[in-house]
């Protein structure tokens, strides 16, 4: 499996803009990018992903780098309870499993 | 609609144990996982199912088994247990490749199993 590249932490202000970045230099063109987080003592979530375009649901917006070898994740209006680590991961169409880095821990200040 | 439930959600082991824990969900996915998280750390996967009867080796297979004789539990067993297995497990499902949905794996809440 390709591998990612996040920033180990960061922090924002509550209301504001999150912009999560993630790096996938060696993405392959089947690779479909994921994001996933993890509040304190639950199980991973899933929150988004995306192939080509950027994409958008209720939790969250993906916007994927036109050669594809970056992508940033971005909470609109980050609240308390979007603390949480942020896991970005590639997963290959046909791929049966996905393979988790170390993520990036997200704080978020009132 | 309970999604995935994990038994049990704690346990206590001493060195040399075997126990089991058990995974079951309730929406019909195909795909079956079962990942370890350490202190600090990603998860780590462990095995994988892609359907009733067959199991497969994900990054860290050493020292556990599984079964998947029905499709919708899946079983972690350690049939020794060791300190270094102390840990926090995640079960987590998924329908297979070509369903709508097959890109998103589904989480139980946990089962932290510590050997003394």
């Known amino acids: 499996d390709a591998k990612t590249t996040q920033p180990n932490s960061m922090e924002s ?98 | 609609n309970a999604g995935v439930t994990q038994t049990p959600k704690f346990r206590v082991l001493k060195t040399g144990q075997s126990m089991t824990l058990l995974c079951a969900q309730d929406m019909n996915h195909e795909y079956m996982y079962w990942y370890r998280q350490d202190p600090g750390m990603g998860l780590r996967l462990i095995h994988y199912s892609v359907g009733e009867g067959t199991t497969a080796k994900g990054e860290v297979p050493d020292g556990y088994n599984v079964s998947r004789l029905k499709k919708q539990n899946f079983l972690l067993g350690l049939e020794s247990a060791a300190p270094s297995q102390t840990s926090v497990y995640f079960c987590a499902s998924s329908r297979a490749r070509g369903y709508s949905g097959a890109n998103v794996l589904t989480f139980g809440a946990g089962s932290r199993l510590t050997v003394l």
């Open chain 1, 13 to 110: 202000n509550e209301e504001e803009p999150v912009h999560l970045p993630c790096n996938h230099s060696t993405i392959s063109g089947t690779d479909y990018i994921h994001w996933y987080r993890q509040l304190p003592s639950q199980g991973p979530e899933y929150v988004i992903h995306g192939l080509t375009s950027n994409v958008n649901n209720r939790m969250a917006s993906l916007a994927i780098a036109e050669d594809r070898k970056s992508s940033t994740l971005i909470l609109h209006r980050a609240t308390l309870r979007d603390a949480a680590v942020y896991y970005c991961i590639l997963r290959d169409y046909g791929g049966n499993k996905l393979v988790f880095g170390a993520g990036t821990i997200l704080r978020v200040k009132s």
